[in-house]
């Protein structure tokens, strides 16, 4: 194979330029031809496609973002739309891909591969962390250790006015954020879409801790487990104590991607790389046991069965 490309496609996650960085770089080393695919599949859609060299990727491993910018496409579900993104290929000389996202970039990446046999190479890019294959996914650390930094900020404030603050997190229905962040951040209460939970007992467990002379509880609401506004009214109604909500959003998904994630990053795209030389199936590349894995795109699945109990007990049991 003498000639692949690589986007990135859905929400971005910090550590994505290290991994078009390390796709890039592993290619030339190759002796392959590299292109890099503007606004994801909207892009490729488009024949937005240019030329790539190691310049191209000179001073990007700390950036977060993707200086292929990114996009969402929901019309690539249409087959037509699909085949526009084959021409848009074959145009340019382009034999395999690399798509760097979440489970909607890897749907996308299944079609490709399964309605027209293009070699497509999936590197899981998501701060949720919600792909089940996976043991993690390029951006998440970074993510939860942004989350940390603002629990630690808003600790100070709330020690001083006596104040509960609940705190949403991104993570859509996956409450991996949540949890790592809750448990490092030493969260009285953590509140994922995976666990039932009872705001009578919360509210009740928060008025007899100030009782004890407790003066703040932080409490992490990952964004699928409920209406944080609702939530927090409920809790200050039940409790008589003042709930102060933060939103913390898309900052979540910027900054400058940590060690952890830029190591991930070069990894899955040294891999990812070194697939499409050999001409190996098209498959999704993933991480278990700290060991890089393939699973074919049939197997893998848009939220995680895998919910990690165990740590969200450890949250339960440390935070009280």
């Known amino acids: 194979m003498d000639r692949i490309a690589v986007l990135t496609s859905g929400g971005d996650a910090p550590g994505m330029n290290a991994c078009i960085r390390a796709v890039v770089r592993s290619a030339l080393n190759n002796k392959m031809d590299i292109y890099g695919v503007e606004r994801g599949y909207a892009g490729l859609v488009k024949g937005e496609i240019k030329r790539l060299n190691t310049r191209s990727v000179s001073d990007m491993i700390h950036k977060g973002g993707t200086f292929l910018s990114t996009a969402r496409c929901p019309e690539f579900k249409d087959i037509e739309v699909q085949r526009q993104a084959v021409e848009a290929l074959s145009a340019y000389g382009i034999e395999g891909l690399v798509v760097i996202g979440g489970d909607g970039t890897f749907r996308?990446?299944?079609?490709?591969?399964?309605?027209?046999?293009?070699?497509v190479m999936g590197i899981p890019g998501t701060i949720d962390n919600d792909l089940s294959y996976?043991?993690?996914?390029?951006?998440?650390?970074?993510?939860?250790?942004?989350?940390?930094?603002?629990?630690?900020?808003?600790?100070?404030?709330?020690?001083?006015?006596?104040?509960?603050?609940?705190l949403e997190v991104m993570g859509r229905n996956c409450g991996d954020i949540a949890v790592y962040a809750g448990v490092a951040g030493g969260a009285e209460y953590v509140l994922v879409p995976e666990v039932p939970y009872n705001l009578d007992k919360i509210a009740s467990s928060i008025k007899k801790s100030y009782l004890r002379g407790k003066t703040s509880n932080m409490i992490i609401l990952a964004e699928g487990a409920g209406n944080r506004d609702e939530i927090a009214e409920y809790i200050a109604k039940k409790s008589g104590i003042e709930v102060k909500v933060t939103n913390f959003g898309h900052i979540q998904r910027g900054g400058s991607p940590n060690m952890a994630d830029r190591v991930l990053a070069a990894r899955f795209g040294y891999k990812a790389v070194e697939l499409l030389k050999e001409k190996k199936e098209s498959c999704a590349i993933g991480i278990r046991d700290n060991k890089v894995i393939t699973v074919p795109f049939s197997e893998v699945q848009g939220t995680r069965d895998k919910f990690d109990t165990e740590l969200y007990n450890i949250a339960h049991i440390l935070g009280l």
């Open 134 to 166: 996976t043991d993690y996914t390029v951006g998440f650390d970074t993510a939860v250790n942004t989350v940390l930094w603002a629990i630690n900020n808003l600790r100070d404030t709330f020690h001083s006015h006596d104040r509960v603050g609940l």
């Open 108 to 119: 996308g990446a299944k079609d490709l591969s399964d309605n027209f046999g293009i070699r």
